[in-house]
């Protein structure tokens, strides 16, 4: 394996230009299925992409007093973090790198966005801005320690938290899914509880607080951290294929790369459809949904898995 | 704790319409609001002044952009009581079934904002839909959409021919097949029920305190409705009942919101195949007596009130217009005061605020 090989995997396949292309065009289908289901017609396939062009080119603008610095390099690091998480990840079974334990980086990492939003917002002069960014992190604390709860009982199953060792035992039909259905729905709540979608949309509630902590951002900033939710949502979806729903299995020869594509767009559809179905909560309600439905829901499928 | 000063309008993605509210809200929580409106005032009763009694029906008319019909509807028959005029049976049917066209629609207007205030968007969609449905019957009875210039002093000034009212009853069946969905959702689903009931609450005393009219009155129990209560026009022809729910809060007039428009939509179809024959209007003289006259209509928000002060000549010495939004306005002060940040959508939403109409 040399240099070339590991540039391509890095910045290629599945890299960097995969990824971004993949998010940009799941981005458009979770769109057109929520036009669709909304009786609307939707945006044709290019919109995300022009979208990203068009923010990019346009003028940035900071307001006074808020901190240029930090602003600026808030929404980079959490690209950065949200690409790095993905590095980790098997996408059609070829992850760039893998090492024991990578399960809990890939975790952290994918949570430091969160708080990128929640320091955006805190950072604004404007108002909207510090209240979307506190509700970002109140909401932090409710969907996180569900989620870490959701994805570690697989591992305490399988006695591994290296992604690509949870994803090897799966196959053929042994899914986690099968043995841990509880896990799953609550880290598929907490996938929807880090993407701020419906009916968690709580720090970027439209009507109540304009875009929340990103208020102020326009421009370049506005692309990169619209770049980055695009990409949580693939990058968080792949995580739940491969620990959940078994990666590439079943596939027999050729097909591994339809199935995997196949899983990834079904949750998607799912994301979309919870996206269709419900009102926004209030952040009260949230906590409590948090707190006492999905974390103790959380602890008794990590005991589930401890004893069985 | 520190107060911080939350600022919703003049433009806010809330709002439909400009008006300001400052609030202030320790954490989570409102502790006060001021209100600023006049941002949409256009100096309409002024300019009334300056035009004849034939002018100013189209004037009145561009007052409110919802419901356009109503404020026609009231400034007419104002002027109709001042002439000492009788309106044909048939004009005043072709006007009720506007007016109630016009109650479904405004209603469903609602609903929409106020589902997407709580983050509902497909209830939105949905709502606006269906809406389109009953802008399409108005604007083939009268050939607008939003400003429908039906009315003209003397009665209707559209007839519908019985080809247009085979036309409206297939779309009105069509609308009526959409409705179960709407009682469906607002009366069984969860997550509206959880960010709507128990939110905004006004009390029965609090509306008589501030004068508060239309469904938001009904919902807190209050049996006010003008069209029985001083029936006017084909009303008292109708069998109407005053649909009222106890709570008071946001959830609940959406209930009665809801079974307004069943029972409009009933009245409509009633009205529409029991059309009475004749013309739809009298020709009227362009001067009014002097004199004075209060009409009261039930707009789509509650109350509407005209007052019409006439000279003698062929202009208005004085028209005062007393819209149902103004109490809900000054009420809103009250409420938000407690509510938390995230609710104060709803709430606001939920008060069914016509700014052109407060502010004219």
Redesign the interface.
Known sequence: MGILTALFQLFMFPGVLFLVVAALLASWLDRKMVAL????VGPPWYQPFADLIKLLAKEDVMPAGGSTALGAALPIFSLACTLAASLYIPVFGQAVGSFPGDLVVVLFLLSLPSLGQFLAGWLNPS??G??GGNRSLLQYFAYEVPLLMGMIAPGVLSKSLTIDILTTVQHPWRWHLFMLPVGFAISLLGLIGKLKR??F??PN??????AGPLTDYSGRKLALWQLTVALQTLVGLHLLVDIYLGGLSPARAGWGVPVFALKTLMLLAVLSLVQ??????????LSTIGWRLLVPLGLAQLLFSIWI | MRK????IGPQ???LKEPLSFTLEAVG?TIVSASLRIGYVHRGIERLSQERNYAQNVHLFERVCGICSHAHTTCFCQAVETLLGVEIPARGAHIRLIMCELERIHSHLLWLGVL?????????F??AW?DREIILDVMEALSGGRVSHAANVIGGARVDISAEQAHDVEQKLADFATRLPMFEELLTR?R??R??TQGLGVMTEAMVHEMGIVGPAARASGCTLDMRLQAPYGAYPSYDLTVITESAGDVWSRSQVRLLEMQQSLALCRQAMRNLPEGPPSVRVPRRVPAGEVVARIEAPRGELVYYVQSDGSETPARVKVRTPTLPTLMALVQLLPGV??????AVI?GADLCIACADR
């Open positions: 289901w909304q009786a609307r108002v909207y510090v209240i419906v009916p949309d709580i509630a439209k009507s109540e607080i304009g269709v179905l419900f009102a926004r909560l209030r952040i009260d309600q | 911080t000063t939350i600022p806010h993605p809330l989570e589902a997407e205030s709580i983050g509902f968007t497909t209830v969609m949905y839909r689903d997550s509206f959880a960010r938390e940040t995230a609710d104060v959508a939403a």
